[in-house]
């Protein structure tokens, strides 16, 4: 089936047109109804245009998860403002990057970041939005008579920052188009219902939380409950009224520690997704035996959303992530060994990084396959198997980690050499975030003393969970660091803590 094209939110409007006096979200500040989505984006627009964001202008947010958060997104989108979600946790330090690389005409921000905020903008205008239906922009909303914008295809929607090799973030620019074709594909393969409800609790300044999960639910008109943090207890007591979950790895390992998780308050079930790690096998296993219900494992990425999944009706293999969605093309790009690195082709694919026009021509193949970085495997079915990154990436409960940006800090630490950033087996995080540092001769430094003088400039689920300091760094013969070594000799770390 193939829905109208054009924007995103002409789409959803469409889609939920007969879904009026259903609720949409249910969350701590109250409910919304379907019907409650329009009037109150189209306040949150005049709000907007108030200010002089216009269509293609960037509105910069970092707010706390919210419903409201929700309605300032899709009011992006009800006017062709491209919307730019950032990491709550991003210290003002990182927001300074972001601020000048997408040039926002407007940003908005939790109330308590305010102050910070007014240092980093300058003159530009700076609106707030709380997790309970206060602040500025709030309260400013009024006026509920607006047009949607004209769209196309092609306009960008939103830009998310991917982390990039050298430390410096990217801003991959997704289209219209490359959200619409993936809700459309993901609620059709993953066999959603109008009967779902969506056990929603996932960060939405992620591609995972802010279109996999949210755009299912709009395409077919589904309640969400949602969740504001990870709190297994409130999980475990909300998924007895939900249908289906989608969490990262760590959600899933946080559900079988906890003894009252079991098949009972799974029973009205019918999907448990994963993905932006990868699951153990271990993980898919025990879940199996305490729920009943096998896991779903998918694969993605911000540049492309969802890439590969498990089938819904097929046998769902722990360890692989399935088969390219529809409309995806996938191939092992320079085999060696039987694997190489993913390429993919679609819909679904980027338009390109922000303002990188270079970079993004390397990230592409003379045929238009995008290079997603990721070493896969592909067996005689189809079916893709992620081995490792060809890119450094660490990715601790979910979340990504780019060990350089990591390494440039410690190391322009007064005393410190060098330093490498490696990701470690982690039992509750995937990777476990770990620094080896070597000292110069100069001063007598701690493990302790090192983590003090980071702690400030780093979100916290960047700064390592652990720091070692020995006396060299193990080199290869070209002079490069051997990080599989360091990983073999640090394998363990975590493992000990249980
Ligand atoms: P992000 O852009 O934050 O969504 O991170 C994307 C990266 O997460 C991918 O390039 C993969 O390295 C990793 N990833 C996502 N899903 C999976 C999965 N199911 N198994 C293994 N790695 C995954």
Redesign the pocket.
């Known amino acids: 089936m193939t829905a109208g094209r054009g924007g995103l939110y002409q789409n959803i409007i469409a889609r939920i047109k007969n879904a009026g006096d259903k609720t949409f979200i249910t969350g701590s500040s109250g409910d919304y109804l379907y019907s409650d989505i329009d009037p109150i984006c189209a306040k949150i627009q005049n709000v907007m245009t108030g200010v002089g964001v216009k269509k293609g202008s960037r509105v910069l947010v970092q707010v706390e998860k919210s419903p409201e958060a929700v309605m300032l997104y899709l009011a992006c989108l009800r006017m062709g403002a491209i919307f730019v979600p950032l990491n709550t946790g991003y210290t003002s330090g990182e927001v300074s990057y972001f601020f000048e690389n997408s040039e926002p005409d407007l940003c908005v921000v939790s109330p308590d970041k305010q102050e910070s905020f007014k240092d980093i903008v300058g003159e530009k205008p700076v609106l707030t939005l709380s997790s309970n239906k206060d602040g500025s922009l709030w309260q400013q909303c009024s006026d509920a008579n607006a047009e949607i914008a004209e769209l196309t295809s092609d306009d960008i929607a939103a830009i998310l920052y ?1 982390s990039g090799t050298t430390g410096r973030s990217k801003g991959a620019m997704l289209s219209n188009e490359n959200l619409r074709s993936n809700a459309e594909v993901l609620s059709e393969y993953w066999q959603w219902s109008e009967d779902d409800v969506l056990l929603h609790v996932l960060p939405i300044f ?3 939380g802010l279109f996999v999960a949210l755009h299912c639910a709009l395409w077919t008109t589904n309640t969400m409950i949602f969740h504001n943090g990870l709190n297994v207890e409130n999980i475990i007591a909300d998924l007895a009224r939900s249908t289906v979950f989608m969490g990262v790895p760590t959600h899933y390992v946080r559900l079988l520690d906890n003894p009252t998780f079991n098949a009972d308050v799974c029973r009205n079930m019918r999907l448990f997704l ?6 153990l096998t271990e993980t898919f296993i025990q879940f199996e035996e305490r729920s009943g219900l096998k896991i779903l ?7 492309a959303g969802m890439i590969t999944s498990n089938p819904y009706n097929g046998e769902r293999v722990a360890g692989t ?1 399935g088969f390219p969605l529809p409309g995806v093309s996938g191939r092992i790009g320079a085999e060696k060994d039987g694997k190489g690195v993913l390429e993919i082709k679609g819909a679904n694919v980027f338009k390109g990084y922000w303002r990188m026009p270079e970079k993004t021509k390397e990230e592409f193949t003379d045929d238009g396959f995008f290079i ?3 070493i896969s495997t592909m067996d005689a079915d189809g079916r893709f198997t ?1 081995v490792g ?1 060809a890119k450094d ?1 660490i ?1 601790t409960g979910g979340f ?1 980690v780019y060990p350089k940006e990591i390494e440039s800090l410690i190391d322009d630490i007064d005393g410190v050499k060098e330093s490498a950033v490696i990701g470690v087996a982690h039992p509750d995080f995937g990777e476990g975030v770990t620094a080896i540092v070597i000292l110069d001769d100069t001063k007598n430094m701690t493990e302790a003393d090192i983590d003090n003088l980071i702690c400030d400039s780093l979100a916290k689920f960047k700064l390592p969970k652990k720091i070692y300091i020995i006396d060299a760094l193990p080199r290869n013969t070209m002079g490069k660091v051997q990080k599989n070594a360091l990983r073999e000799t640090y394998a363990d770390i975590y493992r000990k803590l249980k």
């Open positions: 991917t992620h591609v995972h994963s993905g932006s790690a990868p699951l494992e998918r694969y993605g990425m911000t540049e992530v997603t970085g990721d992620i990154r990436l990715i990504n």
